[in-house]
Antibody, heavy 120, light 107 residues
Framework: ELQLVQSGTEVKKPGESLKLSCQAS????????IGWVRQMPGKGLEWMGI????????RYSPSFQGQVTFSADKSISTAYLQWTSLKSSDTAMYFC?????????????WGQGTMVSVSS | DIQMTQSPSTLYASVGDRVTITCRAS??????VAWYQQKPGSAPKLLVY???ILESGVPARFSGSGSGTEFTLTISSLQPDDYATYYC?????????FGQGTKVEIK
């Protein structure tokens, strides 16, 4: 079955590190880009950036450059989103999503989302 | 970044109404626009890509149009399942952006 399965809810404190996962199945992981989308509570969708698992080519939105890191493990068809030092403003739902084909394309496959709550 | 200005932010409509949502891009983006539907607690669902191509499985009451800087999503006859929030997205170049969203509520 074609799907992206994300890791579970996280509750963290400011300053802590975090790594979210997004495991792909049902297609060849290294043939498609994987994007990340943030949705803060009660707010809209924000495109964070995108990664090509085959060679780890990565493009970040200017708003997220330097704030997060994307990576992937081809051997287990899994993409990652990580922080080294969380802030309370990182509290949000995070979705991974696969474009239809190339880097510039609509997202036709989405993960279920991971809720991250950061509070002291 | 290319800005996508979506309107209205909230729309009140009844079952059977024709509904139109608009997105305006700050620069010409040809046809590189997608539309998504999102319901509370769920991931977005792709409805339309390349401005006017209906994603497989999406009901024909949904349609998209436009090119350049002006784009619309139309629901020809609103159904109870269509009460949701809708987003446009431009994917013309790095970095991609979404509109602010339009919540369709019961009138």
């Amino acid at each position: 079955e074609l799907q992206l399965v994300q890791s579970g809810t996280e509750v963290k404190k400011p300053g802590e590190s975090l790594k979210l996962s997004c495991q792909a199945s049902g297609y060849k992981f290294t043939n498609y880009w994987i994007g990340w989308v943030r949705q803060m509570p009660g707010k809209g969708l924000e495109w964070m950036g995108i990664l090509y698992p085959e060679d780890s080519d990565t493009r970040y939105s200017p708003s997220f450059q330097g704030q997060v890191t994307f990576s992937a493990d081809k051997s287990i068809s899994t993409a990652y989103l990580q922080w080294t030092s969380l802030k309370s403003s990182d509290t949000a739902m995070y979705f991974c999503a696969r474009p239809r084909w190339g880097r510039f394309d609509a997202f036709d496959l989405w993960g279920q989302g991971t809720m991250v709550s950061v509070s002291s | 970044d290319i800005q996508m200005t979506q309107s209205p932010s909230t729309l009140y409509a009844s079952v059977g109404d024709r509904v139109t949502i608009t997105c305006r891009a700050s620069l010409s983006i040809s046809k590189w626009v997608a539309w998504y539907q999102q319901k509370p607690g769920s991931a977005p669902k792709l409805l339309v890509y390349e401005a006017s191509i209906l994603e497989s499985g999406v009901p024909a009451r949904f349609s998209g149009s436009g090119s350049g800087t002006e784009f619309t999503l139309t629901i020809s006859s609103l159904q109870p399942d269509d009460y949701a929030t809708y987003y446009c997205q431009q994917y013309n170049r790095d970095s991609q952006t979404f509109g602010q969203g339009t919540k369709v509520e019961i009138k």
